[in-house]
């Protein structure tokens, strides 16, 4: 075959098509520098975020330690109340016995004797 029948490509499109492969690359290149930044831009984002939400995390836990001293010490306060009303309640059971076995709790409350 004559060497006429195949494209042979001139100094002018051989520049042409390097120009737009070195374009080529060069938008790659940039793509390839850009994302790091967006990623590094992102990591502090994220970096950022996570140490707001550690810092709400830490006053949450020192408000939760605060009321479960509180309820601790309602608890508490609740205990000794109800020791002393068990007290209280001993103590009157003790005088409903001693009152029910009191000769003037007898008298007062003596059995009628009906008429038949």
């Known amino acids: 075959m004559p060497r006429d029948d195949f494209y042979t490509p001139t100094e002018i499109d051989e520049l042409r098509m390097e120009n737009e492969l070195l374009a080529f690359e060069v938008r790659f290149l940039k793509a390839q520098l850009a994302e790091p930044e967006r990623s590094a831009a992102q990591l502090k984002e994220q970096l ?3 140490q707001q939400r ?4 830490e006053k949450s836990r020192v408000n939760l330690q605060a009321r479960a001293t ?6 508490a306060a609740l205990q000794a109340r109800a020791a002393d009303l068990k007290a209280q309640n001993a103590g009157l059971q003790v005088q409903l016995v001693e009152l029910r076995d009191s000769n003037l709790f007898r008298r007062l409350f003596r059995p009628i004797k009906r008429e038949q």
């Open 54 to 57: 550690l810092a709400a995390l």
């Open 48 to 50: 950022t975020e996570a």
């Open 70 to 75: 509180e309820l601790q010490a309602q608890k």
